[in-house]
């Protein structure tokens, strides 16, 4: 089972940038995609963006889309989430995610990282 690891969350001020990275190993042949879920304090996990391996093709959640960017390094097994003009709105903890589809559901992704903190401070 692939195994995936976040890092890069810290402590920004609003309207600053921050990029997660998120390491994958042990990869196969059906953990074809990789996606970013976010977890706000009191409220569910939501999906913000995915990335297939193959191709390259991504997926946005519409509000994420524009200030959040998603892409890959196939040789370093790395998926990065690009994050700009934060505010203090997206302070959650960032959770890296592997499945074997592009999907919304938290349930449609097998594997999980242990999640990133990231504090946008006003």
């Known amino acids: 089972q692939v195994h995936v690891v976040e890092s890069g969350g810290g402590l920004v001020q609003a309207g600053g940038s921050l990029r997660l990275s998120c390491r994958a190993s042990?990869?196969?042949?059906?953990?074809?995609?990789m996606a970013w879920f976010r977890q706000r304090p009191g409220k569910e996990r939501e999906f913000i963006a995915a990335i297939r391996w193959v191709g390259g093709r991504t997926l946005y959640t519409d509000s994420m889309k524009g200030r959040f960017a998603i892409s890959r390094d196939n040789a370093k097994n790395t998926v990065w989430l690009q994050m700009n003009s934060l505010q203090p709105e997206d302070t959650a903890v960032y959770y890296c995610?592997?499945?074997?589809?592009?999907?919304?559901?938290?349930?449609?992704?097998?594997?999980w990282g242990q999640g990133t903190q990231v504090t946008v401070s006003g």
């Open positions: 042990g990869r196969t042949i059906d953990d074809a995609a």
């Open positions: 995610a592997a499945g074997s589809y592009m999907r919304y559901g938290v349930n449609e992704y097998n594997s």
